[in-house]
């Protein structure tokens, strides 16, 4: 369905409401393992987003993870936009 006018969700944002992902779709999300995931929050150079703590489990905000990698984009140089 294509966003209308007066849509909230575009390609920049693409959904109007706040959606969470779990540690395990964070992981599936980017193709790399629960202990990459850790790797990179322990990681100050890679600035991946830190999740919210509900119990023992971990959430992320999907528009945060969306700016992280639009972050990424912008900042990759042409040798390095294939690198995570």
Do not use: C
Request: hydrophobic share 35%; proline share 8%; glycine share 4%.
């Amino acid at each position: 369905m294509a966003a209308q006018a007066g849509d909230a969700r575009t390609p920049e944002n693409p959904t109007s409401r706040t959606h969470f992902l779990t540690a395990p779709m964070v992981a599936d999300r980017y193709s790399i393992t629960p202990m990459t995931v850790w790797r990179w929050l322990q990681s100050n150079k890679i600035g991946f987003p830190k999740p919210i703590y509900i119990g023992k489990r971990r959430y992320w905000l999907e528009s945060e993870l969306f700016e992280w990698e639009r972050s990424r984009r912008e900042n990759a140089g042409p040798s390095q936009r294939s690198e995570w």
